[in-house]
């Protein structure tokens, strides 16, 4: 069974840092493209940030490049969100995603990926 669980959200001033994490498990990781996305209240869901399965590549929504680094561990099926100088309109629930390995799916489409995990929220303060 597939399990991505996210934490290390939580509530922060405007300025400060958080680091989310998204554990694996039920997953050939190390063969998975990895996403992060969130929602705000009363918006849809949008990319923040995606990493290929071997983290040679990285791509980062405009509204967070320079702030956030995506990074991730094969070895301990972890993916993680650096998130610096954050903003009151980053508050939304983070969530991270995983592809199906190997099928040519959009990484920059929610439709690329077939896992997600239960979300981990982020309130910044102005």
């Known amino acids: 069974q597939v399990q991505l669980v996210e934490s290390g959200g939580g509530l922060v001033q405007a300025g400060g840092s958080l680091r989310l994490s998204c554990a694996a498990s039920g997953l050939p990781f190390s063969r998975n493209s990895m996403g992060w996305f969130r929602q705000a209240p009363g918006k849809g869901r949008e990319l923040v940030a995606t990493?290929?399965?071997?983290?040679?590549?990285?791509y980062y929504a405009d509204s967070v490049k320079g702030r956030f680094t995506i990074s991730r561990d094969n070895a301990k099926n972890t993916v993680w969100l650096q998130m610096n100088s954050l903003k009151p309109e980053d508050t939304a629930v983070y969530y991270c995603a995983a592809d199906r390995p190997f099928s040519g799916s959009d990484l920059y489409s929610e439709s690329g990926y077939d896992y997600w995990g239960q979300g981990t929220q982020v309130t910044v303060s102005s």
């Open positions: 990493i290929t399965w071997s983290g040679s590549s990285t």
